[in-house]
Protein backbone atom coordinates (compact mmCIF):
# COMPACT_ATOMS: atom_id res chain seq x y z
CA UNK A 1 0.00 0.00 0.00
CA UNK A 2 1.47 3.43 -0.70
CA UNK A 3 -0.01 7.09 -0.85
CA UNK A 4 0.35 9.26 -3.89
CA UNK A 5 0.01 12.81 -3.91
CA UNK A 6 -0.90 13.77 -7.34
CA UNK A 7 -0.74 17.57 -6.34
CA UNK A 8 0.57 21.22 -6.42
CA UNK A 9 3.64 23.25 -5.40
CA UNK A 10 4.24 26.64 -5.05
CA UNK A 11 6.59 29.65 -4.31
CA UNK A 12 4.78 31.21 -1.00
CA UNK A 13 5.61 34.95 -0.79
CA UNK A 14 4.52 35.67 2.40
CA UNK A 15 3.60 39.55 3.53
CA UNK A 16 3.54 40.44 7.60
CA UNK A 17 0.98 42.97 8.06
CA UNK A 18 -1.10 45.00 10.53
CA UNK A 19 -4.47 44.06 8.76
CA UNK A 20 -5.68 42.82 5.07
CA UNK A 21 -5.35 45.85 2.30
CA UNK A 22 -7.96 47.14 1.74
CA UNK A 23 -9.45 47.97 -2.49
CA UNK A 24 -7.73 50.94 -3.62
CA UNK A 25 -5.23 50.95 -0.77
CA UNK A 26 -1.35 50.55 -0.56
CA UNK A 27 0.18 49.21 2.55
CA UNK A 28 3.33 48.83 4.18
CA UNK A 29 4.46 44.99 4.84
CA UNK A 30 6.38 44.70 8.11
CA UNK A 31 8.24 41.89 6.96
CA UNK A 32 8.63 39.46 3.85
CA UNK A 33 9.61 35.74 3.47
CA UNK A 34 9.61 33.66 0.62
CA UNK A 35 8.83 30.00 1.24
CA UNK A 36 7.89 26.97 -0.33
CA UNK A 37 4.28 25.97 -0.23
CA UNK A 38 1.02 25.12 -1.94
CA UNK A 39 -1.34 22.89 -0.57
CA UNK A 40 -0.47 19.40 -2.63
CA UNK A 41 3.56 19.91 -1.14
CA UNK A 42 1.79 20.51 2.34
CA UNK A 43 -0.01 17.80 2.30
CA UNK A 44 2.68 15.49 1.44
CA UNK A 45 5.10 16.80 3.99
CA UNK A 46 2.79 16.68 6.47
CA UNK A 47 2.44 12.98 5.26
CA UNK A 48 5.86 11.83 5.40
CA UNK A 49 6.79 13.52 8.43
CA UNK A 50 3.39 11.94 10.02
CA UNK A 51 5.26 8.56 9.05
CA UNK A 52 3.86 7.28 5.87
CA UNK A 53 5.19 6.64 2.76
CA UNK A 54 4.06 9.03 0.06
CA UNK A 55 4.68 9.25 -3.37
CA UNK A 56 4.37 13.25 -4.90
CA UNK A 57 3.56 13.90 -8.54
CA UNK A 58 2.70 17.50 -10.41
CA UNK A 59 4.63 19.92 -12.47
CA UNK A 60 7.96 21.87 -11.52
CA UNK A 61 8.46 24.56 -13.16
CA UNK A 62 11.64 26.65 -14.36
CA UNK A 63 12.21 28.53 -10.44
CA UNK A 64 11.36 25.29 -8.78
CA UNK A 65 13.94 22.81 -8.20
CA UNK A 66 13.80 23.86 -4.16
CA UNK A 67 10.84 22.29 -3.98
CA UNK A 68 11.73 19.37 -5.01
CA UNK A 69 14.89 19.44 -3.08
CA UNK A 70 12.29 19.70 0.19
CA UNK A 71 10.38 16.86 -0.68
CA UNK A 72 13.17 15.01 -0.66
CA UNK A 73 15.14 15.94 2.23
CA UNK A 74 11.42 15.21 4.03
CA UNK A 75 11.56 11.42 2.35
CA UNK A 76 9.00 11.96 -0.04
CA UNK A 77 9.32 10.01 -3.36
CA UNK A 78 9.57 12.16 -6.39
CA UNK A 79 9.94 10.09 -9.00
CA UNK A 80 6.70 10.84 -10.89
CA UNK A 81 7.31 15.32 -10.82
CA UNK A 82 8.25 16.26 -13.88
CA UNK A 83 10.29 19.49 -15.05
CA UNK A 84 8.65 22.22 -17.82
CA UNK A 85 9.52 25.18 -19.37
CA UNK A 86 7.23 27.98 -17.54
CA UNK A 87 6.61 29.76 -14.51
CA UNK A 88 6.44 27.81 -10.99
CA UNK A 89 3.39 28.16 -9.38
CA UNK A 90 3.04 30.71 -6.37
CA UNK A 91 0.82 32.91 -3.47
CA UNK A 92 1.02 35.87 -2.15
CA UNK A 93 -0.28 35.73 1.13
CA UNK A 94 -0.94 38.03 3.79
CA UNK A 95 -0.64 37.27 7.62
CA UNK A 96 -1.56 40.09 9.75
CA UNK A 97 -1.45 40.35 13.63
CA UNK A 98 -3.88 37.95 14.76
CA UNK A 99 -2.40 34.84 12.78
CA UNK A 100 -4.83 35.10 10.00
CA UNK A 101 -4.00 34.89 6.41
CA UNK A 102 -5.36 35.49 2.83
CA UNK A 103 -4.01 34.13 -0.26
CA UNK A 104 -3.65 35.10 -3.93
CA UNK A 105 -3.09 32.13 -5.65
CA UNK A 106 -1.12 31.86 -8.90
CA UNK A 107 -1.42 28.32 -11.12
CA UNK A 108 1.18 28.24 -13.19
CA UNK A 109 2.96 25.34 -13.29
CA UNK A 110 -0.01 23.59 -11.23
CA UNK A 111 -2.26 23.88 -14.27
CA UNK A 112 0.06 22.08 -16.89
CA UNK A 113 -0.57 18.18 -15.99
CA UNK A 114 -1.03 16.38 -19.60
CA UNK A 115 -3.33 13.41 -19.52
CA UNK A 116 0.01 11.47 -20.86
CA UNK A 117 1.28 12.12 -17.29
CA UNK A 118 -1.90 11.16 -15.32
CA UNK A 119 -1.78 7.80 -17.33
CA UNK A 120 1.62 7.38 -17.17
CA UNK A 121 2.25 8.00 -13.61
CA UNK A 122 -1.14 6.19 -12.49
CA UNK A 123 -0.29 3.11 -14.15
CA UNK A 124 2.02 2.27 -11.23
CA UNK A 125 -0.82 2.41 -8.42
CA UNK A 126 -3.70 -0.04 -8.26
CA UNK A 127 -5.93 -1.50 -5.32
CA UNK A 128 -5.71 -0.85 -1.99
CA UNK A 129 -2.93 2.32 -2.68
CA UNK A 130 -4.40 6.16 -1.75
CA UNK A 131 -4.69 9.37 -4.03
CA UNK A 132 -4.35 12.22 -2.23
CA UNK A 133 -5.58 15.47 -4.43
CA UNK A 134 -6.15 19.40 -4.06
CA UNK A 135 -8.13 21.62 -6.23
CA UNK A 136 -4.77 23.46 -7.52
CA UNK A 137 -4.10 21.67 -10.41
CA UNK A 138 -5.47 20.98 -13.77
CA UNK A 139 -7.51 17.87 -15.51
CA UNK A 140 -8.50 16.58 -11.45
CA UNK A 141 -11.96 14.86 -13.27
CA UNK A 142 -9.45 13.00 -15.23
CA UNK A 143 -7.41 12.26 -12.14
CA UNK A 144 -9.93 11.36 -10.16
CA UNK A 145 -11.59 8.61 -13.39
CA UNK A 146 -8.48 7.20 -14.13
CA UNK A 147 -7.55 6.38 -10.58
CA UNK A 148 -11.23 4.97 -9.67
CA UNK A 149 -10.62 2.76 -12.61
CA UNK A 150 -7.50 1.58 -11.16
CA UNK A 151 -9.24 0.81 -7.52
CA UNK A 152 -7.78 3.11 -5.52
CA UNK A 153 -8.73 4.91 -2.13
CA UNK A 154 -9.45 8.57 -3.73
CA UNK A 155 -9.40 11.82 -0.92
CA UNK A 156 -10.05 15.20 -2.17
CA UNK A 157 -9.37 18.39 -0.56
CA UNK A 158 -11.74 20.77 -2.82
CA UNK A 159 -9.79 23.73 -2.29
CA UNK A 160 -9.78 26.19 -3.75
CA UNK A 161 -13.87 25.48 -4.24
CA UNK A 162 -14.57 26.99 -7.67
CA UNK A 163 -17.12 25.17 -10.55
CA UNK A 164 -14.69 23.42 -12.12
CA UNK A 165 -15.52 20.61 -9.77
CA UNK A 166 -18.63 19.57 -10.83
CA UNK A 167 -17.17 18.28 -13.24
CA UNK A 168 -15.67 15.64 -10.56
CA UNK A 169 -17.65 12.82 -9.73
CA UNK A 170 -17.64 12.94 -6.05
CA UNK A 171 -19.15 9.30 -6.18
CA UNK A 172 -15.65 8.03 -6.99
CA UNK A 173 -14.31 9.56 -3.89
CA UNK A 174 -13.14 7.65 -0.48
CA UNK A 175 -13.16 10.41 1.63
CA UNK A 176 -13.77 14.17 1.54
CA UNK A 177 -12.34 16.66 3.83
CA UNK A 178 -13.77 20.11 4.01
CA UNK A 179 -13.72 22.88 6.31
CA UNK A 180 -17.10 25.12 6.92
CA UNK A 181 -17.11 26.95 3.82
CA UNK A 182 -16.40 24.30 1.76
CA UNK A 183 -18.58 22.08 2.96
CA UNK A 184 -21.52 24.69 2.75
CA UNK A 185 -19.88 25.29 -1.15
CA UNK A 186 -20.34 21.94 -1.67
CA UNK A 187 -23.75 20.53 -0.02
CA UNK A 188 -25.34 24.19 0.04
CA UNK A 189 -25.77 24.20 3.94
CA UNK A 190 -23.86 25.86 6.36
CA UNK A 191 -25.10 23.75 9.33
CA UNK A 192 -22.28 20.97 9.52
CA UNK A 193 -24.74 18.10 10.42
CA UNK A 194 -27.05 19.17 7.38
CA UNK A 195 -24.23 19.23 4.78
CA UNK A 196 -23.31 15.79 5.75
CA UNK A 197 -26.82 14.81 5.15
CA UNK A 198 -27.16 16.30 1.78
CA UNK A 199 -23.53 14.39 0.72
CA UNK A 200 -24.36 10.99 2.11
CA UNK A 201 -27.96 11.00 0.44
CA UNK A 202 -26.26 12.45 -2.67
CA UNK A 203 -23.09 9.89 -2.33
CA UNK A 204 -23.74 7.13 -0.32
CA UNK A 205 -20.29 5.70 -0.06
CA UNK A 206 -18.73 9.11 0.95
CA UNK A 207 -17.55 9.25 4.19
CA UNK A 208 -16.38 13.10 5.31
CA UNK A 209 -14.39 15.18 7.62
CA UNK A 210 -15.07 18.32 8.28
CA UNK A 211 -12.77 20.84 10.24
CA UNK A 212 -14.38 23.28 12.12
CA UNK A 213 -11.76 26.20 13.24
CA UNK A 214 -11.68 26.17 16.96
CA UNK A 215 -14.92 24.16 17.20
CA UNK A 216 -12.98 20.97 16.05
CA UNK A 217 -13.78 18.29 13.73
CA UNK A 218 -16.64 16.06 12.65
CA UNK A 219 -15.87 12.82 10.79
CA UNK A 220 -18.28 10.70 9.13
CA UNK A 221 -16.69 7.49 7.83
CA UNK A 222 -19.53 4.88 5.91
CA UNK A 223 -18.25 1.48 6.99
CA UNK A 224 -19.27 -1.73 5.91
CA UNK A 225 -20.90 -1.87 9.59
CA UNK A 226 -22.68 1.40 8.99
CA UNK A 227 -21.90 4.63 10.43
CA UNK A 228 -19.11 5.98 12.63
CA UNK A 229 -19.02 9.56 13.60
CA UNK A 230 -16.17 10.98 15.73
CA UNK A 231 -15.89 14.47 17.09
CA UNK A 232 -12.30 15.81 17.62
CA UNK A 233 -11.77 18.85 19.90
CA UNK A 234 -9.10 21.79 18.93
CA UNK A 235 -6.16 21.66 20.95
CA UNK A 236 -5.13 25.63 22.68
CA UNK A 237 -2.46 27.00 21.04
CA UNK A 238 -1.20 30.47 19.87
CA UNK A 239 -1.86 31.21 16.53
CA UNK A 240 0.81 32.99 14.84
CA UNK A 241 -0.14 31.80 11.15
CA UNK A 242 -2.79 29.35 10.03
CA UNK A 243 -1.41 28.88 6.88
CA UNK A 244 -0.56 25.61 6.72
CA UNK A 245 -3.32 24.55 9.51
CA UNK A 246 -5.67 22.36 7.06
CA UNK A 247 -2.89 20.46 5.17
CA UNK A 248 -1.17 19.59 8.21
CA UNK A 249 -4.67 18.12 9.87
CA UNK A 250 -5.10 16.65 6.14
CA UNK A 251 -1.81 14.56 6.11
CA UNK A 252 -1.93 12.86 9.62
CA UNK A 253 -4.99 11.89 9.32
CA UNK A 254 -4.87 10.37 6.17
CA UNK A 255 -1.81 8.85 7.09
CA UNK A 256 -3.15 7.61 10.08
CA UNK A 257 -5.96 6.09 8.41
CA UNK A 258 -3.38 4.61 6.26
CA UNK A 259 -1.41 2.81 8.62
CA UNK A 260 -5.27 1.03 9.78
CA UNK A 261 -5.39 3.58 13.25
CA UNK A 262 -8.86 4.14 14.87
CA UNK A 263 -10.51 7.10 13.14
CA UNK A 264 -10.45 8.77 16.61
CA UNK A 265 -6.66 8.57 16.84
CA UNK A 266 -6.28 9.71 13.15
CA UNK A 267 -8.11 12.29 14.45
CA UNK A 268 -6.41 13.47 17.29
CA UNK A 269 -3.22 13.27 16.19
CA UNK A 270 -4.06 15.34 13.62
CA UNK A 271 -5.46 18.27 15.25
CA UNK A 272 -2.08 18.07 17.95
CA UNK A 273 -0.04 18.37 14.87
CA UNK A 274 -2.15 21.26 13.36
CA UNK A 275 -2.15 23.19 16.81
CA UNK A 276 1.51 22.81 16.76
CA UNK A 277 1.52 23.89 13.57
CA UNK A 278 -0.06 27.18 14.08
CA UNK A 279 2.28 28.56 16.26
CA UNK A 280 4.78 29.06 13.36
CA UNK A 281 5.30 30.96 10.47
CA UNK A 282 4.92 29.68 7.23
CA UNK A 283 3.41 26.87 5.55
CA UNK A 284 5.60 23.20 4.86
CA UNK A 285 8.26 24.25 7.28
CA UNK A 286 5.50 24.68 10.18
CA UNK A 287 4.57 21.15 9.98
CA UNK A 288 5.69 19.35 13.00
CA UNK A 289 7.19 16.12 13.17
CA UNK A 290 5.51 12.32 14.18
CA UNK A 291 7.75 12.49 16.92
CA UNK A 292 7.11 15.75 18.54
CA UNK A 293 3.04 15.10 18.50
CA UNK A 294 3.29 11.90 20.09
CA UNK A 295 5.26 13.72 22.53
CA UNK A 296 2.61 16.67 23.11
CA UNK A 297 0.24 14.32 23.01
CA UNK A 298 2.00 11.97 25.96
CA UNK A 299 1.79 15.27 27.94
CA UNK A 300 -2.25 15.85 28.14
Same mark, same amino acid.
Given at each position: MRILNFGSLNVDYVYSVEYFVRAGETLKANSREVLPGGKGLNQSVALARAGADVCHAGCIGADGAFLRDLLNENGVDTAYLRTIDGMQGHTIIQVDRKGENCILLYGGSNRRISKAQIDETLAHFGPGDWLVLQNEVNNLPLIVDVASARGMRIVLNPSPYDDGLKAVDFGKLSWL?????????????????? /?? =???? #????????? %?????? @???????TAEGLDTVRQQA???? /?? =???? #????????? %?????? @??????CMRRASMASAIAVTRMGAAVSIPKRQEVEARLAEI
Open positions: LVNEVEACQCSGSDEPER /AW =DVLH #ARYPGLSVL %ITLGSA @GSIAYSVFQAD /AV =DTTA #AGDTFTGYF %IGGLAE @GRPMAE
